[in-house]
């Protein structure tokens, strides 16, 4: 199978749904279902009302028809998956791929429907009050308001208290939870009332000096087509709170330039900006895809592997911006080690087709392309069938963590791990965060991606890890040993892991970063922390 495709060969963002499908229904843990027509017989009942024929199975997994929404929560009921575990991953990068703030086609129910109203002021009344809110819940709610769009609710700061514990809950989710949140939001920046709120809740967190995630913040800005959201993002590309809340702005910049959201004026003040950006080493990697966009003629290949498909079928392999620190020449024989150990890693053998290229090319945008959104999203529709967990045990084995031509490479695979890893990653992934003399860029991708994997890590190595990085920066004081703290601190966070935040937190030996960190994690309102966990 080529590592190479052209152009007009790339699978369109349908196909990898039905891709998706397909493999979930032929290698998941029933092998019943491997047969189309029993899996077509199977299908009435659950949320589809109907009888389906085998020819419909065929078309949504060949790409020959959209499949409903309706249609892929029947998947995941007869595959006995968890419900959103493939509606959340599609919902999620159907809207990377189409324009920000239409709407996302979740559900069509009048707003005039008087069960739906009730439904809708029994979900506000648990989020205004500080009831618990899981990620089907705020899916449905955003379904229902979506279906409203003259829909008012006032007071204001009701409005307010709804966009802002969303992005609150949102921001320290991970995994499904986050993508139903994540939808959930998008949703809300195509609402006629809703829509500027939610653009101002961004604002406030991305503000706010004390607040400790500020890309997503940033970031997800992106998603909105309202003036104030543009004017933030250019706001935080000139003058902005952090570091981290620069690089959010930045991939903001990726999807808000492709589809026209600057206006003539604002795109005059972008260009030299992002060309000085360019200049600084600091930022120089992620300001050359916005670049690219840019000025998409100047665009070279990826370095390392020609014609890696995108997730955006608009966008070709030869107008993708070259890496600014490129992985090893060597790099098509990475992918291809880790496709092979991918595929040997599944319980049974997969169907030998030319299908299995979605997967080498999901592999290839995982530790190659050049702007993360596209990383991130190529390792979640993986995540979404049976071929995650071996591909995480791929991803792991390729670690190199002292090669000096692979550091570059170590970063992607752990940023693919942060996705895709579980428990039996967690040792690999814990030794590089407390590891001595590596390269610092690696390090801190291990501290930050350790909270992420599926399992728990017991309380001695995370005391290990505050111990031996606390020590590097009463040492040097220097960013990147605080920068390190702060992985460390977020991993705790996202891991549920409270009380050792408590004890950071109390502690007066701990270093200043440390325990500002851990101040913010554990002054969260509870409903909200044990909401986003759901």
């Known amino acids: 199978m080529s590592l190479t495709a052209r152009r007009t060969d790339r699978a369109p963002f349908d196909e990898r749904v039905a891709w998706v499908l397909r493999v979930n229904r032929t290698l998941g843990a029933d092998g019943r279902w491997t047969r189309a027509k029993r899996f077509a017989a199977a299908f009435h009942g659950g949320s589809w009302g109907r009888l389906l024929s085998e020819s419909s199975v065929s078309r949504w997994e060949t790409g020959g028809s959209r499949p409903s929404r309706a249609a892929i929560s029947r998947y995941e009921e007869i595959l006995e998956l968890d419900p959103g575990e493939i509606t959340a991953t599609v919902d ?3 809207r990377y791929v189409g324009t920000p703030g239409a709407p996302a086609g979740a559900g069509t129910t009048s707003d005039q429907d008087a069960a739906a109203t009730a439904e809708l002021d029994t979900l506000l009344d648990r989020v205004l009050s500080g009831g618990i809110m899981t990620g089907a819940r705020w899916d449905r709610l955003s379904t229902l308001v979506t279906a409203a769009p003259h829909l008012v609710i006032a007071p204001r700061s009701a409005r307010q208290g709804i966009t802002e514990r969303l992005v609150s809950e949102m921001i320290i989710a991970h995994g499904r939870p986050w993508r139903q949140r994540f939808e959930a939001l998008n949703r809300l920046f195509g609402h006629e009332t809703l829509g500027r709120e939610a653009v101002a809740a961004c604002a406030a967190l991305a503000a706010d000096r004390e607040n400790q995630i500020f890309i997503e913040t940033v970031g997800a800005l992106d998603g909105s087509r309202h003036p104030d959201a543009s004017a933030h993002v250019i706001a935080q590309l000139h003058d902005p709170t952090n570091d981290r809340a620069l690089r959010g702005a930045l991939l903001a910049c990726l999807r808000k330039v492709r589809f026209g959201h600057f206006t003539p004026g604002q795109r005059r003040v972008l260009v030299p900006r992002i060309g000085d950006l360019m200049r600084d080493p600091l930022f120089h ?24 498909a995108a997730l955006d079928p608009t966008v070709g392999p030869e107008t993708a911006p070259a890496l600014a620190h490129p992985v090893p020449h060597g790099a098509a024989a990475v992918i291809r080690r880790v496709f092979d150990a991918t595929v040997a890693g599944l319980p049974r053998e997969a169907q030998s087709d030319a299908r299995d290229a979605t997967l080498l090319t999901l592999i290839g945008e995982i530790l190659l392309h050049p702007a993360s959104d596209r990383r991130l999203y190529a390792a979640m529709l993986v995540a979404s069938t049976p071929y995650g967990t071996p591909l995480a045990a791929a991803l792991a084995a390729e670690l190199r963590p002292t090669a000096a031509d692979r550091v570059e490479l170590n970063v992607r695979l752990l940023a693919g791990l942060r996705v895709l890893g579980g428990q039996a990653e967690r040792p690999t992934v814990e030794r590089l965060v407390t590891a001595a003399r590596l390269p610092r860029s690696v390090v801190d991708a291990a501290a930050f991606a350790i909270g992420h994997l599926r399992g728990t890590s017991d309380r001695g190595f995370w005391e290990a890890a505050l111990r031996h990085h606390a020590h590097r920066w009463r040492a040097r004081r220097d960013p990147p040993s605080a920068a390190a703290l702060t992985g460390i601190v977020y991993s705790l966070g996202i891991a549920g892991q409270r009380r050792i935040l408590a004890d950071v937190r109390d502690d007066p030996e701990s270093p200043a970063p440390s325990r500002t960190a851990a101040r913010w994690w554990l002054n969260l309102p509870g409903h909200v922390y044990d909401s986003s966990r759901l």
């Open 92 to 94: 999620t990068i159907r």
């Open 285 to 308: 990697a992620d300001a050359v895809p916005v670049a690219a966009v840019l000025n998409p003629r100047a665009g070279v290949p990826f370095a390392g592997l020609d014609g890696v």
